[in-house]
């Protein structure tokens, strides 16, 4: 039986990368492989890439995409193995049900990478969906400047103070955001 998977953690955790090496494995086995990313996050430019190099193509996903449309047609077409989907966070909760019935009625596995939370701690719709539904849930480890576990995402101004206010999205890598444990996530917000 296939099932949604949902890979999890703050920045800087490899989650790309983690994606991209389950893409390869399918691949280099002879397997089909449908690869989706945000089109909302402007540096993919229809990629997922990694910060340590590796990228492939991808389609692109919006809010009124119908992904399980979209994902019968190609697996008609030609037999997928694997659905493979990056910054899950920007999914919408309909989006996260039709990637559930991929499963759950074509048969295909769906591997869903993403961030858990915002800037200030609070679950991103396409997360809190799959935290719910999700037949497995897998938490990534990054690691905070102290040592112990990232598991926040801090977003920082140009003089590097963090941000307390503003929309819940905003793309951005190292220049915006920090990958924090909850303490220092906690004092740096509220410092």
């Known amino acids: 039986m296939a099932k949604l998977y949902f890979y999890y953690a703050s920045m800087n955790a490899g989650k790309s990368s983690s994606l991209l090496q389950a893409d390869f494995n399918y691949r280099e086995r002879g397997m089909a492989t449908m690869v989706w990313t945000a089109e909302l996050d402007t540096r993919s430019d229809g990629m997922v890439s990694s910060r340590i190099g590796l990228e492939a193509d991808a389609h692109l996903y919006r809010p009124e995409t119908a992904l399980h449309v979209d ?106 955001y920090l990958a924090l444990c909850r303490k220092h996530f906690s004092q740096a917000l509220n410092g």
């Not at 994902?71 to 008609?76: L, M, Q, R």
Request: proline share 3%; net charge negative; glycine share 10%.
């Open 71 to 176: 994902i019968a047609a190609a697996h008609n077409n030609a037999p997928l193995d694997c659905v493979l989907v990056d910054e899950a966070q920007f999914l919408t909760e309909e989006q996260v049900w039709q990637l559930a019935s991929v499963a759950d009625e074509l048969g295909i596995p769906v591997l869903c990478y993403g961030l858990r939370t915002d800037f200030l701690g609070k679950l991103f719709p396409g997360s809190a969906a799959l935290l719910g539904i999700a037949d497995a849930l897998v938490e990534l480890k990054a690691v905070c400047h102290c040592g112990r576990k990232a598991t926040m995402n801090l977003r920082v101004g140009e003089d590097g103070a963090a941000a307390k206010d503003g929309e819940q999205t905003e793309i951005g890598g190292n220049d915006r």
